[in-house]
């Protein structure tokens, strides 16, 4: 799947399903509830925190998904193309780290 075609798909589903979008906002929120549900898990998986019992079962493959669909959201309401976006800032990127990362004696 594209990236393009998952932000066509998300935007049958919710024509389909979802009735209309959240509001910019609420879709807003609710992404940094869902990157909340994904930091939960990766504390208690590679952090110092334990699992509760409310924690077991948890995917984190699924808690990224949910980060993705809302983000997805976001830029179909905002008329992101996400493929554009991305590409762009790979290309930012490349031309502002290009040796940075390669000269950080941390990193090697």
């Known amino acids: 799947m594209t990236i393009q ?8 589903w919710i024509k ?5 979008y959240f509001s910019e906002l609420t879709n ?3 992404l940094t ?6 930091a939960r898990i990766m504390a208690r998986t590679y952090g110092d925190q334990s699992f509760k ?3 077991l079962g948890k995917d984190l493959g699924d808690e990224m998904a949910d980060v993705l669909w809302v983000l997805i ?12 976006a991305l590409e762009k800032n790979i290309a930012k ?7 940075r990362h390669k000269q950080n004696p941390k990193l090697l």
């Open 73 to 84: 959201c976001i830029a179909n309401q905002t008329g992101i193309n996400l493929t554009e």
């Open 5 to 12: 075609q998952a932000q066509d798909d998300v935007d049958q």
């Open 53 to 55: 019992k409310s924690d």
């Open 28 to 30: 807003m929120t609710i």
């Open 33 to 38: 509830e869902e990157v909340g549900e994904m």
């Open 16 to 20: 389909t399903y979802g009735v209309r």
């Open 93 to 99: 990127k490349t031309d502002r780290d290009k040796d």
